[in-house]
């Protein structure tokens, strides 16, 4: 069981008086508590952290999260934001699905639904809010899970073969079978593949498709390392996939602790060592200098990564050399930093309940320098010392410090930075302790499982805490449950350094204090600080805070474009509840209309705009556009590599899914390879086309069509003549003085009904002038029913013997929804879809509290036994949940 409730922190109120009882030794040090202390431009940011059900998924399984957003400084749970936004994203580094999670006091959850049309390979999971724009990446939130097919036999894998031939020695070429239509149905002809080998970008053109597959065959450099291979359909959908080809390429790289090594003076040095593809290996060796004299040994832990320290001297250079080489050259050689003549070595240790400060300097001090103590943007304590015989020393009770990672910063007197140490103050005792406890020791299969949990906080009261509880199989987790990440380390460690972080959860198993040198260790060598938190607070934002779901533009004059202010605006909304709200523009003619709680994929929205005297009135209205953050894909995700603990997973779960199908078969279950159980929500006239002519097989959504309307565009025809070709041939009839005329490709005889109103014959130039913001959507019924009657609609005065039997329909549905002479612009009214709330996933699990015979023979198969993400303890601290355990047999 995995109960994500153990990852909420929460940190007692400590007074920041000025700290009494600091040590000082030959030197004299004045120390300053901030009153009013500097707050960074970062620390007005948001954190957000998605927790996961699982890191490995098959097509058959939905993705769930809880969502959780504080506020960066204080990690209290955010007011600033009502919504989130959560993007999937695929291989091929494309938005594969969206959802908007509603946030409550920073607590949001959903999920995704997978399916077989979910290609292989490593899916990038990110989170943000509207206000987290103006702070820049870092503070989007990033995660990698991996998707496999369900079956082993049933494989969307559109890279496969893929491996290295060796022609002559030293001399390799890459091989691989790509089948693009894995990722676009309709492609055909050419391919055109990115080569990207060790950063260096080559552009190919791939042809002679073989049943489907296309056949990459490309030389590679002497040496190469890693090249991803990124396809892309002449639709533009594109898939990646990097391949390490060299499994011994190691690197080690040595991090001195104030960023350089100092003639003379003893400093701490971090290493760490690192395989092609970025993951941290295993070292041990000696560090030697340039006459050939062994300095001292160095060994990692597992994560590659540890710490020596080291007395240099600026006379000679120093390198390291591996006891077991992990490439083919035994005698390479590893260079530290170079050693400079004279400066600051800044040291921090940790010393039982404090935190020792040590400065040591080579060269004669005439100046007082100046270390800061800052956490998360806010500047705690402000020290100024004089130096005296080269040497300051003092400490800092840790229980005046937040738990994080704390910067100390040395500075000379004009303020210029010197040096700076990230060191980590562990504060387990400020931590939320939880309990939990089931209501018996042994149970059976089936059986209901009653779940307590009480919640205290560090003063052993009661806390009033919002909790989750995931709980699944065993199998699929195995030891990775102690060692991934969870909201501790996305709060206290991931999100605020740069790079991976292999097994985050390491560094806090057992209370954290057996990691501590490890914890060290890493912010030696991985201390690039991921938030900039010099910069001061800006007088203004960019992008506003989103409580609530919005729509918001701009209104100008219909020739002169100038903003119009006082303008009378009305929104009025059409979703589960329709709603009506007025406002009139501000003095740079903006609007602002903040939408209800509607759980819908999109809401339809009208604005109708009315001069200063009350009389509807067309002017210029222009939505806000809101952009999604550049996609920032790590392609060393999809290395070409699986290592033991998700093939595991896989299997298992494959195993679990052959058993289902196999009881199925057994006990003569009707099979289908795919149940849809969705359908559109239909309106009246959808439902009228649908029973006359049949469902439609193509629909081309009204927005879609209005995203494609250019400038220079003359009407609905001739948006869809240069953007939809697959599907429609847009032709003009009677010349050039004629007027154009749609027919479904491959569907013979074409004719058109608007809202479910057949066209006449002698109005069918009027449909290509429908204006595309009248348009909801345009849908494609190829041989539809009913054609012959249709056509006697249509032209009553065709000879019986001229009426096409089959034929095809397009269907086209207004806003107006009165037909084709309904569809006039009405004076001042602005139509649009715009994004709300995503629709609600609901967990299902199956409930025994009558077992047939059939249920106890029925193997229960399911992954994810419970999920319940949104837990609040009540006065006493006390939350309960239930479930019915599943064990697999």
């Given amino acids: ?72 400084a204080s990690h209290r749970p955010s007011a600033l934001s009502g919504v ?24 949001g959850s959903g999920g995704f639904e997978l399916g077989e049309q979910y290609v292989q390979g490593s899916y990038l999971l990110r989170a943000y809010t509207e206000w987290n724009k103006n702070f820049g990446d870092d503070f989007i939130f990033q995660t990698y899970i991996d998707v496999y097919p369900a079956s082993s036999e049933i494989g969307r894998n559109p890279v496969t073969a893929l491996h290295l031939s060796e022609r002559e020695p030293n001399t390799y070429w890459l091989h691989a079978q790509l089948n693009p239509q894995m990722i676009d149905k309709e492609h055909k002809e050419r391919l055109t593949v990115y080569l990207t080998v060790d950063g260096k970008k080559d552009t190919l053109t791939v042809k002679g498709a073989r049943n489907g597959y ?57 290493f760490k060592a690192i395989n092609s593809i970025g993951k941290g290996v295993a070292v041990s060796g000696v560090v030697m200098d340039s006459h050939g004299n062994t300095i001292v040994p160095f060994k990692s832990n597992h994560l590659g990564m540890g710490s020596l320290t080291l007395t240099a001297d600026s006379g000679v250079s120093y390198y390291a050399v591996l006891d077991s080489p992990s490439s083919k050259d035994d005698s390479r050689r590893y260079p530290l930093p170079e050693v400079a003549g004279e400066g600051h070595v800044l040291s921090v240790v940790k010393e039982k309940e404090n935190i020792g400060l040590a400065v040591y300097s080579n060269r ?8 800061q103590v800052s956490c998360r943007g806010i500047l705690y304590y402000h020290i100024r010392a004089s130096v005296k015989n080269r040497h300051i020393a003092t400490s800092l009770p840790a229980t005046a410090l937040p738990e994080g990672i704390i910067s100390f910063l040395l500075m000379d007197r004009q303020m210029q930075p010197l040096a700076e140490r990230l060191f980590f103050n562990q504060r387990p005792d400020t931590r939320l302790h ?44 195995g030891n990775a449950r102690t060692t991934r990440a969870n909201l501790l380390t996305r709060l206290l460690l991931s999100s605020e350094l740069r790079g991976e972080i292999a097994e985050p959860g390491y560094y806090f198993q057992d209370g954290g204090d057996v990691a501590f040198e ?95 005297s009350g009389k509807n009135r067309n002017y210029t209205l222009s939505l806000d556009e809101r952009k999604p953050p550049e996609i920032a894909y790590d392609q060393r995700r999809s290395v070409e590599r699986v290592d033991s603990v998700v093939s ?8 679990r899914a052959q058993r289902e199908y196999s009881y199925q078969l057994s006990s003569g279950e009707i099979l289908l390879d795919e149940v849809l159980v969705e359908r559109r929500a239909l309106s009246p006239q959808q439902q009228k086309v649908l029973d006359r002519y049949g469902e439609s097989d193509v629909i081309i959504a009204g927005k879609a069509i209005q995203d494609k309307e250019e400038k220079w565009s003359y009407g609905l025809y001739s948006v869809l003549l240069f953007n939809f070709p697959d599907d429609l041939r847009i032709e003009r009839v009677g010349g050039n003085g004629g007027y154009l005329r749609a027919k479904v490709i491959g569907g013979e005889t074409t004719l058109v009904v608007v809202d479910g109103i057949p066209v006449p014959g002698h109005s069918y130039d009027i449909i290509p002038n429908i204006p595309p913001s009248e348009v909801k959507s345009v849908e494609l019924i190829r041989f539809a029913k009913n054609f012959s009657s249709l056509y ?98």
Avoid at 242 to 254: E, G, H, P, Y
Avoid at 648 to 655: D, P
Avoid at 869 to 888: I, N, Q, R, V
């Fill in 1 to 72: 069981m995995d109960f994500g409730a153990g990852d909420t922190v929460r940190y007692s109120k400590k007074s920041l008086a000025t700290l009494a009882g600091i040590a000082f030794l030959l030197c004299t040090v004045s120390v300053f508590a901030q009153s009013d202390r500097f707050v960074a431009h970062a620390a007005f940011a948001e954190k957000i952290y998605l927790q996961l059900d699982a890191d490995v998924y098959t097509t058959d399984q939905p993705i769930w999260f809880k969502a959780v957003v504080v506020e960066s």
């Fill in 364 to 371: 004669r001090e005439a100046d007082s320098l100046i270390i």
């Fill in 84 to 107: 989130l936004h959560v993007e999937l994203i695929g291989p091929g580094e494309q938005v594969v699905d969206r959802k908007r999670i509603k946030l409550t006091d920073g607590i």
């Fill in 792 to 889: 006697r609609e249509t032209y009553p005065e065709a000879s019986p013997l001229d009426i096409p039997v089959v034929g095809s329909v397009i269907a086209i549905y207004t806003h107006a929804g009165r037909g084709v002479f309904g569809v006039r612009k009405p004076t001042g009214l602005l139509q649009a879809t715009v994004p709300v709330y995503s629709p609600a996933v609901e967990f299902y699990a199956p409930r025994y509290e009558a077992p047939t015979e059939n249920d106890a023979e029925r193997p229960d198969l399911r992954t994810l036994i419970h999920w319940a993400p949104e837990l609040a303890t009540d006065e006493e601290g006390a939350a309960k949940t239930s479930y019915y355990h599943s064990k697999f047999s």
């Fill in 518 to 612: 490890d914890l060290d260790a890493l912010m030696l060598t991985q201390g690039w600080r991921r938030y900039n938190y010099t910069l001061p607070p800006q007088d203004t934002f960019h992008y506003p805070n989103e409580p609530v779901p919005y729509i918001s533009g701009r209104v100008g004059g219909v020739l002169s474009r100038k903003a119009q202010a006082g303008i009378a605006l009305t929104l009025m909304t059409f979703g589960q509840t329709s709603s009506v709200a007025a406002q009139n523009t501000d003095s740079l003619g903006r609007f602002y209309f903040g939408l209800g709680d509607e759980f819908v994929d999109s809401l339809d929205v009208l604005i109708q705009s009315a001069n200063k």
């Fill in 214 to 270: 296309y056949l990459l065959d490309y030389p590679l450099p002497n040496g190469a390392a890693l090249a991803t291979l990124n396809m892309e359909t002449l639709h533009g959908v594109r898939y990646t996939k990097t391949v390490a080809l060299k499994d011994s390429t190691l690197d080690l790289q040595f991090f001195a602790e104030s960023g350089q090594l100092v003639h003379g003076i003893a400093g701490k040095v971090g």
């Fill in 648 to 655: 595991y997973i896989v299997q298992k779960r494959r195993e």
């Fill in 434 to 477: 939880i309990d939990i406890s089931a209501d018996k020791a042994d149970y059976r299969k089936r059986d209901k499982m009653d779940l307590s949990m009480r919640v205290l906080g560090s003063d052993g009261e009661p806390a009033n805490a919002r909790i989750s509880v995931a709980v699944m199989n065993g199998d699929h987790v």
